[in-house]
């Protein structure tokens, strides 16, 4: 089962939009609206930011967002803060023996 | 308060098993609908899901690691185990568990614990 495919990094500055990718395949991504996105800042245990696609859980600033098109999903983190500086991860269902799979990871920078 | 927390050896040798134990608290797997996972995140790299258990024992395995894993519930402590079998340094990592509930993935993590395969 391959990982998703994720950008190693992405940057941008204080207020500005910015968007990171995950691309996978018609066994995962494509074929079920079951991405998820998680944010993790160093040292500490992910904390889960979008599921469903697009739906955020109570807590969870309205200023991330999540997308899906064909087999690519993607997370976009409007008026960016000094705080979403993180590592985010998404992950899929997938419909092979492996239920669940994760992206490769993208480092996110606040300029 | 729903929280999970890991426990388990610092470091294990090349070939011995390692057993893990997540403890829960303020939730039951024997709930409907509830689920917890093992992933693991090796040094600086991406997570990896392991195994899954569910409220009504049904449970699932990654494939690549399906030979080496076992995932149990020990429902009077309200904990959730895993073993992994035949360990080797590249399975050095930090592993965490994970609940899901009602379709929502991964909602709670434990605080992740270090693992270390060295002779």
């Known amino acids: 089962q391959s990982a998703l495919t994720q950008p190693a990094s992405v940057s941008g500055s204080p207020g500005q939009s910015i968007t990171i990718s995950c691309t996978g395949t018609?066994?995962?991504?494509?074929?079920?609206?079951?991405v998820s996105w998680y944010q993790q800042h160093p040292g500490k245990a992910p904390k889960l930011m979008i599921y469903?696609?697009?739906k955020r859980p109570s807590g969870v600033s309205n200023r991330f967002s999540g997308s899906k098109s064909g087999s690519t999903a993607s997370l976009t983190i409007s008026g960016l803060q000094t705080e979403d500086e993180a590592d985010y991860h998404c992950s899929s269902y997938s419909s092979s023996s492996t239920p669940f799979v994760f992206g490769t990871g993208t480092k996110v920078t606040v300029l | 308060q729903v929280t999970l927390k890991e426990s388990g050896p610092a470091l294990v040798r090349p070939t011995q098993t390692l057993t893990l134990t997540c403890t829960l608290s303020?939730?039951?797997?024997?709930?409907?609908?509830?689920?917890v996972s093992w992933i693991r995140q090796p040094p600086g790299k991406a997570l990896e899901w392991l195994a899954r258990?569910?409220?009504?024992?049904?449970?699932a395995y990654s494939t690549s690691l399906k030979t080496r894993l076992t995932i149990s519930t020990d429902t009077s402590k309200n904990q959730v185990v895993l073993t992994l079998t035949n360990m080797d340094p590249v399975d050095t990592a930090t592993y965490y568990c994970?609940?899901?509930?009602?379709?929502?993935?991964?909602?709670?993590w434990g605080q992740g614990t270090l693992v270390t395969v060295s002779s």
């Open positions: 258990i569910d409220w009504d024992d049904d449970k």
């Open positions: 303020g939730f039951s797997l024997s709930t409907s609908g509830v689920r």
């Open positions: 994970a609940r899901s509930k009602y379709g929502v993935p991964f909602d709670y």
């Open positions: 469903d696609v697009s």
């Open positions: 018609s066994s995962d991504v494509g074929g079920y609206d079951y």
